[in-house]
């Protein structure tokens, strides 16, 4: 659907646009290494913590997250996340010094979030601190008209990212 195109948009766009952009695929991991990579660890925080590790939140203060596929996210990050939205605030995972952030969370989804409500695996509280600004991106095959322009985009990026000159494809 281009989630993550359309967050980067909206951050551009906004206010936060000079501060960072950090973007997590929240279906990407299982759930300690999902709290480890949003909250960060204290060296000693488990067996392998040799250092500290900054999180994906403090990264992103004063500017963006994007939690992409925030329905897979487990009951208890999904409390942990309920908190920073709430307080402003989390600990580090093996930390007991509060660090304080002020971030612009984008979340998104592939699947109808009141349904998760309504099954019980995402918390109604939650949903509700992150149903500020409801956008609905339909699916790329009902946009086909979106197509040429998305071409487009990719292949200056390519280009750009390549330093060569752009091609183009007919259609």
């Known amino acids: 659907t281009g989630k993550e195109l359309l967050a980067r948009l909206i951050h551009r766009a906004g206010a936060r646009k000079d501060e960072p952009m950090i973007v997590l695929n929240c279906a ?4 300690s290494l999902l709290e480890d990579e949003l909250l960060g660890h204290e060296k000693g925080a488990y067996t392998g913590a040799t250092g500290r590790k ?6 992103a203060d004063k500017g ?3 939690l992409d596929e925030i329905g897979e996210m487990s009951p208890g990050m ?5 908190r920073i939205l709430q307080e402003g605030v989390f600990y ?4 007991n010094k509060s660090i304080p952030v002020d971030v612009r969370v984008i979340a998104a989804t592939n699947r109808p979030l009141l349904d998760l409500v309504a099954r019980g695996t995402l918390r109604e509280d939650l949903y509700y601190r992150l149903n500020v600004v409801p956008i609905e991106v339909p699916p ?6 979106d197509i040429p322009t998305l071409i487009d985009i990719f ?10 000159k752009r091609k183009t494809i007919d259609d």
């Open 28 to 31: 990407a991991l299982p759930e």
């Open 54 to 59: 900054i999180g994906k939140f403090e990264l």
């Open 64 to 66: 963006t997250i994007f």
């Open 78 to 82: 999904q409390s942990k996340l309920l």
């Open 92 to 95: 580090r995972v093996g930390g």
């Open 140 to 145: 790329l095959r009902q946009r086909a008209d």
């Open 155 to 164: 292949l200056a990026e390519a280009a750009a990212s390549n330093r060569e």
